[in-house]
C-alpha cells in the first residue's frame, strides 16, 4: 500500500514540475508583461500544488505543514501578480501591439495616484 | 460585531498552530490556547475583515462548495494556458476590460479578484468600487454585460450566498 502511495505521489511531483516548466516557459514566449504574469501566476499556482500534494503522498506525516503551505500560496499568489500588474498598469507600461481593448483609463487613474500621495 | 471578529480570529490562529506543531498533546494545545486568545484580544478591534462573515453552515458548505469549484476552474486555467504556449504560433487576444459585480463586502471582492485572477486566461488589474478592470489572455467581448456574464457570473452566485 505504502508503495503505490509513493508511485502515485511521484507521478503528481513531475506532473507540478511540467507545470512550473510550462509556466517558465510562457515567461519566455508572451509578449508582453501581462500576459507573462498570466502564465506565471497560474502554472506556478498548480505546479506548486501538485507538487506538495504528491509529498503529502510520500511523506504522510508531514500533512499539516503541507497543507498550511498550500494555504498561503493560494491566498499570496494572485494577490502578488494583482498588484504587480495594476502597479505596472499605473506606470503606463504598454501592452503588446497584439491588444484588442484597454478600458482602463490611464489618464484618470495615474492621476488619482498622484493625489492620494500628495494627501498622505 | 466584535466577538464575532475576535473568534474568527482566534479559530484561524489555533488552526494554524495545530497544523504547525502536527502533534496533539495536551501541554502543546493549552500553550496555543493560551497565545491565540491573548492575540486575538489584542487585534481584535484592529482587524476588521472578518466583520462581514457569517457563521452559519449554510455558509460552511458554500464554502467547500466554492472551494471545488475554483480548484476545477484552476486546473481547467492551466490546461488552456498551457495549450496556448505550446502552440507555435502563440494564438492569444489580449486586452483589458471592464466588468460588474453585485458584492458588497470587502471579504467578499477580495476573494472574488482573487478567485478571478488564477482562472482561465484572466487577471484582475483594478477595481473601482463595483467595477472590476480585468486582463483577458484573449477577449470575448467588450460589452460589459457579456464579459460580465462570462467572467464573473460564476463565482459571484456561490459567493453572494457566503458574503451577502
Not at chain 2, 94 to 110: C, F
Not at chain 2, 134 to 160: G, M, P, R, Y
Given at each position: 500500500?505504502?508503495?503505490?502511495?509513493?508511485?502515485?505521489?511521484?507521478?503528481?511531483?513531475?506532473?507540478?514540475?511540467?507545470?512550473?516548466?510550462?509556466?517558465?516557459?510562457?515567461?519566455?514566449?508572451?509578449?508582453?508583461?501581462?500576459?507573462?504574469?498570466q502564465?506565471?501566476?497560474k502554472?506556478?499556482?498548480l505546479?506548486?500544488?501538485?507538487?506538495?500534494?504528491?509529498?503529502?503522498?510520500?511523506?504522510?506525516?508531514?500533512?499539516?505543514?503541507?497543507?498550511?503551505?498550500?494555504?498561503?500560496?493560494?491566498?499570496?499568489?494572485?494577490?502578488?501578480?494583482?498588484?504587480?500588474?495594476?502597479?505596472?498598469?499605473?506606470?503606463?507600461?504598454?501592452?503588446?501591439?497584439?491588444?484588442?481593448?484597454?478600458?482602463?483609463?490611464?489618464?484618470?487613474?495615474?492621476?488619482?495616484?498622484?493625489?492620494?500621495?500628495?494627501?498622505? | 460585531?466584535?466577538?464575532?471578529?475576535?473568534?474568527?480570529?482566534?479559530?484561524?490562529?489555533?488552526?494554524?498552530?495545530?497544523?504547525?506543531?502536527?502533534?496533539?498533546?495536551?501541554?502543546?494545545?493549552?500553550?496555543?490556547?493560551?497565545?491565540?486568545?491573548?492575540?486575538?484580544?489584542?487585534?481584535?478591534?484592529?482587524?476588521?475583515?472578518?466583520?462581514?462573515?457569517?457563521?452559519?453552515?449554510?455558509?460552511?458548505?458554500?464554502?467547500?462548495?466554492?472551494?471545488?469549484?475554483?480548484?476545477?476552474e484552476l486546473v481547467k486555467s492551466n490546461l488552456d494556458v498551457?495549450?496556448?504556449?505550446?502552440?507555435?504560433?502563440?494564438?492569444?487576444?489580449?486586452?483589458?476590460?471592464?466588468?460588474?459585480?453585485?458584492?458588497?463586502?470587502?471579504?467578499?471582492?477580495?476573494?472574488?479578484?482573487?478567485?478571478?485572477?488564477l482562472t482561465p486566461g484572466t487577471?484582475?488589474?483594478?477595481?473601482?468600487?463595483?467595477?472590476?478592470?480585468?486582463?483577458?489572455?484573449?477577449?470575448?467581448?467588450?460589452?460589459?454585460?457579456?464579459?460580465?456574464?462570462?467572467?464573473?457570473?460564476?463565482?459571484?452566485?456561490?459567493?453572494?450566498?457566503?458574503?451577502?
Amino acid at each position: 500500500m505504502g508503495n503505490i502511495l509513493e508511485i502515485i505521489g511521484a507521478v503528481l511531483v513531475l506532473l507540478g514540475s511540467v507545470f512550473l516548466f510550462l509556466g517558465a516557459l510562457g515567461l519566455v514566449r508572451m509578449p508582453d508583461l501581462y500576459n507573462r504574469i498570466q502564465a506565471g501566476t497560474k502554472a506556478s499556482t498548480l505546479g506548486a500544488f501538485l507538487t506538495l500534494f504528491g509529498l503529502l503522498l510520500i511523506i504522510p506525516e508531514w500533512w499539516g505543514k503541507l497543507v498550511l503551505l498550500m494555504t498561503f500560496i493560494l491566498i499570496t499568489n494572485p494577490v502578488s501578480s494583482h498588484v504587480l500588474a495594476r502597479a505596472a498598469h499605473y506606470i503606463k507600461i504598454p501592452l503588446t501591439d497584439k491588444t484588442v481593448a484597454d478600458l482602463l483609463n490611464k489618464e484618470e487613474t495615474t492621476y488619482k495616484v498622484n493625489e492620494e500621495i500628495k494627501n498622505e | 460585531m466584535k466577538i464575532k471578529n475576535i473568534t474568527a480570529i482566534f479559530l484561524i490562529l489555533l488552526s494554524i498552530w495545530i497544523l504547525l506543531n502536527n502533534q496533539f498533546q495536551i501541554e502543546v494545545m493549552i500553550i496555543g490556547v493560551i497565545l491565540s486568545f491573548v492575540i486575538s484580544i489584542i487585534m481584535g478591534s484592529r482587524i476588521t475583515v472578518f466583520n462581514e462573515l457569517k457563521f452559519s453552515l449554510g455558509s460552511v458548505f458554500y464554502t467547500i462548495w466554492y472551494l471545488f469549484v475554483f480548484l476545477a476552474e484552476l486546473v481547467k486555467s492551466n490546461l488552456d494556458v498551457a495549450r496556448r504556449v505550446l502552440t507555435p504560433s502563440l494564438p492569444i487576444n489580449p486586452g483589458i476590460i471592464k466588468t460588474k459585480t453585485v458584492l458588497k463586502s470587502k471579504m467578499g471582492r477580495m476573494i472574488l479578484a482573487n478567485s478571478i485572477t488564477l482562472t482561465p486566461g484572466t487577471l484582475t488589474v483594478d477595481i473601482e468600487d463595483d467595477i472590476l478592470y480585468i486582463h483577458c489572455i484573449d477577449v470575448c467581448c467588450e460589452d460589459i454585460d457579456k464579459a460580465t456574464a462570462a467572467i464573473v457570473d460564476k463565482f459571484e452566485k456561490i459567493l453572494v450566498k457566503i458574503y451577502g
